[in-house]
């Protein structure tokens, strides 16, 4: 029965990177390689670096990078919160207030590197994914970002693989004592990197 059920978890894990990787479900953070489309529901956070340009003007086309606090700089308009937002949120808000010195240029927001803390959720969730965390987030809390688990999801022998030292590493969660508040200590801070099972 336990080698079922491993094999279950193996199973969900690999299908769901499979899917990930085919652009079947949308991703909710970014790959490291290649630029982030201003279409993407990618969420900005700290460290990520963009690349914002105002086509034929050199002066306002940049590369800069979210600060830990949240924001980013660029020229005529100072300081604009990014993180949590989606890009094309950012891109409307610079371009508005652009506008103002250069009307009807075309502006463009995409992310060249991704550095904000990433973790991965798989399995039997609404939405499943890569998630960036702009912020320290309990299991909980990634759960229902993911859109919470399924009807059919086994809640309460969730897992979190966590790699340490270069070994892997199984933490149990069981999602039930954790909503009935019988366990907190359960429902640890992710780690960057951290998978999220949920069989």
Known sequence: MKKRKFYSIVFSLLFSIILIYCGVKPLYGAEE??????????????EDLLEISVWNNETL??????RPDGKISFPLIGEILVQGRTVEEVRQEIENKVRVYVPDA????????????KVYVVGKVV?????????????????????????????????????ENGRQKIIKFDYSRVADGKDLTQ???LNAGDTVVVP
């Not at 960036?132 to 759960?143: A, D, F, N």
């Open 33 to 46: 390689k290649g630029p982030v489309p201003a279409t993407s529901g990618f969420y900005l956070g700290p």
């Open 61 to 66: 086309s940049k590369q800069v990078i979210v």
């Open 106 to 117: 075309p502006l463009t927001v995409m992310v060249i590197r991704v550095s904000s803390p």
């Open 127 to 163: 939405k499943p994914g890569l998630y960036i965390m702009p912020e320290p987030l309990r299991v909980i809390q990634v759960l229902a970002i993911a859109g919470g688990i399924t009807p059919f999801s086994d809640k309460d022998d969730i897992l979190i693989i966590r790699e």
């Open 187 to 189: 429902n640890i801070y």
